[in-house]
């Protein structure tokens, strides 16, 4: 953690700076303390504050994490830290009628799930502990998805396949819309940090979610140049006024349960040259698999009658992107129009200036850094010419049905030099890149981490 995200954090409650005690470096250069105010104490833990409010269940939590933290325990603090409950499914009514009387049947759940708990925090510990330089984005999510109570199959694919996705690029381009500034971009709802390792290429970035689990692998794996808060998206946010140039939340806002609340913390923390970004934005006529609290398209305009503002599908702005466009923001919009779009962006600025339509971009947003062969593609050997063949193959009907829009421009197949591939990187301008340019242009090569996956 850096000063200065220190001096742009203050206590929610009663708003006043923190004073860092106990500071402690530990292997990687992670930093464990305590966030100290007039009314409460806060744990770092590995460079992560989790600012989260002092009272109901995670206060026990909390507090047996400071407690490790004086006591120079650190891995213990962030073992407890990571650890999150697993998902049990509902254990079956008629088996367990079968067992007990009615009386005795909340007792044998218990006992079955105290059970379980017990064996998976065991499991979980030992994972934990052995985390190393050879640890992978995916196996993490693995573990998180599908090695933690019930297997939960289509987020893990949501999120490993992620960096190629319509919804992905949907948000990058709108990313590069956010004007340049001496103050960070806030990604609000950030999760494992896909779209905030995009943003950093051009910004300085807070990460914010609820879930330090998904925060450690963002600061660690996904995007290491950011900072990151954990705390509540939809309550009292711990920062300074006007701490940000701008905000964006990627499929993550339809969710929140205090969405008035929200915006106008968000509100309260850009400048008045900002732009918030609701990208990804699931409406009320949205069909969808995942339940969530998503409001009307008109709903959603009332939260930002006091700024220009404009609503795109995502479908238009991936179309602009295919073209190496950015987002058309100057065009007005017909909410009976957007209603029968799946997916919306709404952005909202005082600045008139980003209200334009971008043109084409300078570089591809989605291949700014490290060059890899994206995770769909099958690597099926070499041919005859020692060029390598790949195969595209989806991970389930289900990703391919929600993720259909990504056949208008991943190929079937693709062959690649791999004596190119290796130098493939945008951080050098190179007679290689403008060789492979139809294999970034298609998303078959994107900017990846190096410790992504397998």
Known sequence: MRNKLLDKIRCPDCRSNFNLENPQFCSSSKLYGLLVCSCATYPIVAGIPIIKNQSGTEFQKIQKIITYIQNRDYQKALNLALIQLPNYPDLNRKVLNLLSDRLGLKRIKKKIHNFNLLKWKKKA???????????????????????????????????????????HLSALSLSRSILESSKPVLDLGCGFG???????????????????????????????????????????????????CSTICVNSFHFFDKKDHCIKEI??????????????????????????????????????????????????????????????????????????????SIIATHDEDIMVDHGVFDTWPHSVGRLEVNPLYVDEGMDSTGYKQYRRQFPSKFYEEENHLCKSYLPRQAVINPDILNKASYESESQEIADIEHLIASCVLLDMPERYHK
């Open 194 to 244: 896909h779209i905030t390792r995009g943003l950093t290429k051009r910004h300085n970035v807070i990460g914010l979610d609820n879930n330090f689990y998904l925060l450690f692998v963002a600061k660690y794996w996904i995007a290491p140049d950011a900072e990151y808060v954990c705390c509540e998206a939809d309550a009292d946010l711990p920062f300074v006024n006007d701490a940000f």
């Open 267 to 344: 509100k309260r923390l850009i400048d008045d040259k900002g732009s918030i970004i609701l990208a990804a934005l699931h409406h009320s006529k949205t069909k969808t698999k995942t339940s969530n609290s998503a409001l009307s398209v008109r709903e959603y305009t009332r939260f930002f009658e006091d700024m220009s503002h404009t609503i795109i599908s995502d479908d238009k702005l991936l179309e602009r992107y295919k073209d190496k466009r950015g987002p058309a923001l100057g065009r007005p919009y017909d909410i009976n129009d957007i209603e029968k779009e799946t997916l919306i």
């Open 125 to 167: 510990h030992s994972f934990f502990n052995n985390i190393d330089e050879n640890t992978k984005a995916t196996d993490l999510f693995n573990f998180y998805f599908l090695k933690s109570g019930t297997k939960r199959t289509n987020p893990n694919d949501y999120f490993t396949y992620r960096f190629g996705q319509p919804r």
